[in-house]
């Protein structure tokens, strides 16, 4: 098995792979739903959470390793019940790098670094969390996400006024 390219996601804006487009058929909502929910939830999510996991997680799979040549069993992974969207080298999800900015941002100890985290965690944010989605679940993530990213803007702006 080879790794491929890191599989690049993006959930906010529109949920998207990098080169999704190239699988040549739409993709299924179920899937797209199971991939926003699993990079909500890097620490993995149990079968008993997710609905019609065994087909999505399979075309999630095999639509990850297509888009970044690697094989599919690297990417959507199980462990202990949970499944998991591959951490570290085979993923690249822009939330997981927003939280990244904005953690280092809120134990940075002088203003330039975090200026310069949280100007990176807003530079990441392309839109609402999954735009235009329409999961029973999205609600409070979209709305959680939307203040980060406000708290981000106001605080870059109080550290652009008293600097």
């Known amino acids: 098995m080879s790794w491929g390219d890191v599989a690049r996601v993006s ?10 487009a ?12 199971l991939l926003v929910y699993l990079a909500l939830h890097p620490e993995g999510a149990s079968a008993s959470r ?3 996991v065994s087909g999505a997680a399979d075309t999630l799979r095999d639509l990850l390793a297509h888009a970044s040549g690697g094989e599919p069993g690297w990417y959507v992974v199980q462990r202990r019940h949970l499944f998991h969207l591959a951490v570290g080298d085979a993923a690249d999800v822009d939330l997981w790098r927003v939280h990244e900015h904005l953690f280092r941002a809120a134990c ?3 203003a330039p670094t975090r200026i310069t985290e949280l100007k990176a965690a807003c530079a990441e944010y392309k839109g609402p969390l999954a735009d235009g989605a329409q999961f029973g679940w999205i609600a409070p ?9 406000a708290e981000a803007r106001n605080q ?3 550290l652009d006024h008293s600097g």
């Open 11 to 20: 959930v906010l804006g529109r949920p998207t792979i990098d080169n999704m």
């Open 22 to 33: 190239s699988m040549g058929r739409p993709v299924r909502r179920a899937v797209i739903e």
């Open 50 to 52: 997710l609905t019609q």
């Open 108 to 110: 940075a100890f002088d």
């Open 141 to 149: 993530h979209r709305e959680r996400m939307d203040r980060l990213i």
């Open 156 to 158: 870059l702006a109080a």
